[in-house]
């Protein structure tokens, strides 16, 4: 299977480039959200911190999330439970996607075709298929698309990606990405760090199949994804879980730590991945493992990363549920979006501590998405990007779910010499639903 994308660097630019040509540096821009969820609302206070950008339409198939967020605004935007209703409106420039996973690639698709641009919520899509027809589309469009990895535009990361280009740690040879959360029965994990809400100390548990909650159109939710009974953990949150809607937590939280690593060390695609893991110690509904390992190989550098949700050891920082080890031959810079450490090697004496005043990038990277789409400027993180670093994560998935390792053509774009493998390069979409209509 061969997946298609804009040939050339010089052409992916030309055609952001084309995208906002009409609109001036002081003009409004007019925004619609697709996903009314916790994220989908919290993007909105953030792109409201420019005062020229309005929040004129909102979109979601909870009718309670759509009027709380309604709410939230003023003026109040139009509401609709169909975001092609949404995206049929010609006064929208942009729009905002924070949907649950399985529903990234079709609104995105769809709103690019509609004359709009995007800011899509990581990960861009559910399949390696759906990256590439992304990609391909944005090309072809001249629509600019922003992924929501918005690490590319912390400050903290570019200071840590000035430290190694400057060699501060030496010759690098190994990288680690983790993500670290004890949800088992003992597990003391301090959830305020998460959404207490959202987060079970347990797991997930087995509740029963019910009918979904009032106001939900669950037919809707469901969309492209295998009809079933509603289940309360497979809904909101929770979805993230299972495969139907989602990769799990390497995908959900290791996309931020890979795509780091990629810009920080200027890494492209993987020749080949291996994962293991399983469903080791939470006995609950989930398909996703509760512990996983992926080794991702790059000339001259060997990469990991990590889930493990039975035990909550954050390698360096006992306060983050996540981080990178950057490992060289002059020390190890240990980064989380709290800030670096650098912890010398050989003759080296002195740690290196990032400066308090650094960001992580949430704020300054939706604002710079809304500059890209007033002056034409390539997005901070373009949709090509995000391709290669969702991609590389869900050809983890691929080896785990298969077994073996996987060997990525880079120039074909497939997955060499196993037919197994390569079918979960793309999936089944439930009528009426596809990525062409």
């Known amino acids: ?95 905002i996607i924070a949907t649950p996973d399985h529903w990234h690639a079709i609104p995105a698709l769809q709103a690019m075709r509609s004359g ?17 027809m992304l990609v391909a589309e944005a090309g072809r469009s001249g629509r600019l698309v922003e992924v929501g990895l918005q690490q590319r535009s912390g400050t903290l990361f570019a200071d840590a990606a000035r430290l190694i280009q400057n060699g501060t740690l030496g010759r690098i040879s190994m990288v680690h990405c983790l993500n670290v959360w004890n949800q088992s029965d003992s ?16 797991g997930l548990g087995r509740p029963p199949d019910a009918e979904p909650p009032v106001g939900v159109d669950y037919d809707f939710w469901l969309g492209p994804a295998p009809k079933r009974r509603f289940n309360p953990n497979r809904f909101h949150w929770n979805y993230l879980y299972f495969w139907d809607y989602s990769g799990g937590m390497v995908i959900t939280w290791g996309v931020h730590m890979l795509d780091s690593v990629r810009q920080l060390l200027g890494l492209g695609w993987p020749s080949s991945v291996t994962a293991s893991g399983g469903r080791h110690v939470l006995d609950d509904m989930r398909e996703t493992p509760d512990t996983l390992v992926v080794v991702f190989d790059y000339p001259n550098l060997t990469l990991t990363c990590s889930v493990q949700h ?82 590389s994560l869900q050809l983890a998935n691929i080896s785990y779910r298969t077994g073996r390792k996987v060997f990525w053509d880079q120039a074909r774009q497939q997955i060499t010499g196993d037919s197994g493998a390569s079918r979960y390069l793309t999936k089944d979409y439930r009528k009426p639903w596809s990525l062409t209509t």
């Open 1 to 95: 299977m061969l997946l298609v994308m804009p040939t050339t660097r010089r052409q992916f630019i030309a055609s952001g480039t084309l995208a906002a040509a009409a609109l001036g540096a002081n003009d409004s821009i007019r925004a619609g959200l697709i996903g009314c969820g916790g994220r989908g609302r919290s993007l909105l206070e953030l792109f409201q911190k420019d005062p020229s950008c309005r929040i004129v339409a909102i979109a979601d198939v909870d009718q309670g999330r759509l009027e709380e967020t309604r709410a939230s605004l003023s003026p109040p935007p139009a509401t609709y439970s169909d975001f092609r209703r949404l995206l049929d409106r010609n006064d929208i420039d942009a729009v």
């Open 116 to 132: 709009k641009n995007v800011y899509l919520e990581k990960p861009i899509g559910h399949t390696v298929e759906e990256g590439a």
């Open 187 to 202: 597990g003391n994990l301090d959830y305020t760090i998460l959404r207490p809400a959202h987060s079970r100390a347990h």
């Open 310 to 391: 039975a035990n909550a050891f954050p390698w360096g920082n006992p306060k983050m549920d996540h981080g990178i080890q950057i490992m060289g031959t002059k020390g190890t810079m240990l980064l989380t979006r709290e800030g670096y450490r650098i912890v010398p090697e050989g003759e080296n004496t002195t740690s290196i501590v990032s400066p308090a005043s650094l960001d992580a990038g949430d704020g300054a990277h939706q604002l710079r998405f809304l500059e890209s789409v007033r002056s034409g400027k390539p997005p901070v993180c373009g949709i090509r990007e995000a391709h290669i670093s969702t991609a």
